[in-house]
């Protein structure tokens, strides 16, 4: 079983929908990033989070530390938001630091 | 202020060659990390450095090192290059502590080896 999962894989939506990504890890955490890739490489960061929700535009993230559980949300989705969101966890287990990758989430906005 | 730079965007080798990749951190930022991203593998971390030192290292073989300059300027080599070694790597800046600063992504170089 992988230390972070992300669900769904891939998740196709039509312009206006309100979108949620999940993330589940099972590794104590110093953080937590939601990251955003477009084809072609580049990657944003989008939120870091160590407790708590952030909000961020049409972008909304939450973390439950005891649930070891995260959630991307996106409000009146839009075909630019069309990415592939990554989660990623920060992990010290021993002194030793760990960056910890999702698979990431493929998410299509139709117009 | 110019985000983070990458050089070259993109470059093709040979099995058996090694190469040379350059990171340069928004103006500021003293931790360099660098990443493998294979479609395989998905994100993998290379190694990170802060002040000219490699403060965290992932599982990646010895033929992968890097180094840190007093500008925090940084580069990653490769030796002896596998056709497994194809991938965009990565190299992301922040101000300090990854632990508690964001990171910021340049644009990759996309490695080919043939």
Known sequence: KNEVEQSPQNLTAQEGEFITINCSYSVGISALHWLQQHPGGGIVSLFMLSSGKKKHGRLIATINIQEKHSSLHITASHPRDSAVYICAVRSRPEGNYQLIWGAGTKLIIKP | ?114
């Open chain 2, 1 to 114: 202020k110019a985000g983070v730079t990458q050089t070259p965007r993109y470059l093709i080798k040979t099995r058996g060659q090694q190469v040379t990749l350059s990171c340069s951190p928004i103006s500021g930022h003293r931790s360099v990390s660098w990443y493998q991203q294979t479609p395989g593998q998905g994100l993998q971390f290379l190694f990170e450095y802060f002040s000219e030192t490699q403060r965290n290292k992932g599982n990646f073989p010895g033929r992968f090192s890097g180094r840190q300059f007093s500008n925090s300027r940084s580069e990653m080599n490769v030796s002896t290059l596998e056709l497994g070694d194809s991938a965009l790597y990565l190299c992301a800046s922040s101000l300090v502590d990854i632990d508690y600063n964001e990171q910021f992504f340049g644009p990759g170089t996309r490695l080919t080896v043939l």
